[in-house]
């Protein structure tokens, strides 16, 4: 058990709803990464924040595609009019601080049909 | 562009020893981690070197030259329990190679 918990694990929904990921880290963490896996890929880099704010954002991530991290503590994914594309593993990870090691949430398995 | 480069499969034997190696370009490189990822599990960390050099941890050891933009996983006396996947990732863009899956065979 690292201590990142997501929520839920599995989501299924169809091709134009939204959904919306939770994530609570490790508390002491500062740093909470997003990604996304798919099969035989390595994680996708979405987005991290230090604390509450929001430091970088993936070019690759388009416009549909949301987190905040209100209190510096959980954060949300919302991904708008989902795609067929969207479905994947969506991975949380937190840190102590930049360069410190990750410690990964067991993830939120998305399927868009 | 930025990139982390490691073979897609290694297959090897109980007892023996295996390396799994990562080569990379990425900017303002701070250094070079390694996962584990069992299927159906979340990544895990094992090891980071930010200096060239062996660092160790008991059956792991993961290696860095900067010069070479080369780093490499070694696991002795293979388990079964081994079999995963294993991802080197850079330190300071948070980008994943996409993984190497290692088979242990009895």
């Known amino acids: 058990d690292t201590g990142v918990s997501q929520d839920p694990r599995h989501k299924i929904t169809k091709r134009g709803q939204n959904v919306t990921f939770r994530c609570d880290p490790i508390s002491e963490h500062n740093r909470l990464y997003w990604y996304r896996q798919t099969l035989g890929q390595g994680p996708e880099f979405l987005t991290y924040?230090?604390?509450?704010?929001?430091?970088?954002k993936s070019r690759l991530l388009s416009d549909r595609f949301s987190a905040e991290r209100p209190k510096g503590s959980f954060s949300t994914l919302e991904i708008q009019r989902t795609e067929q594309g969207d479905s994947a593993m969506y991975l949380c990870?937190?840190?102590?601080?930049?360069?410190?090691?990750?410690?990964f949430g067991p993830g939120t398995r998305l399927t868009v049909t | 562009g930025q990139s982390l480069e490691q073979p897609s499969e290694v297959t090897a034997v109980e007892g023996a020893i295996v390396q799994i190696n990562c080569t990379y370009q990425?900017?303002?490189?701070?250094?070079l981690s390694w996962y584990q990822q069992h299927d159906g599990g979340a990544p895990t960390f094992l090891s980071y070197?930010?200096?060239?050099g062996l660092e160790e941890t008991g059956r792991f050891s993961s290696f860095l030259s900067r010069s070479d933009s080369y780093g490499y996983l070694l696991l002795q006396e293979l388990q079964m329990k081994d079999s995963a996947s294993y991802f080197c990732a850079s330190r300071n863009d948070m980008r994943f190679g996409a993984g190497t899956r290692l088979t242990v065979k009895p």
């Open positions: 070197n930010a200096l060239d």
């Open positions: 990870a937190s840190s102590l601080r930049e360069g410190y090691e990750q410690y």
């Open positions: 990425t900017s303002g490189f701070y250094g």
């Open positions: 924040f230090q604390n509450e704010a929001q430091l970088e």
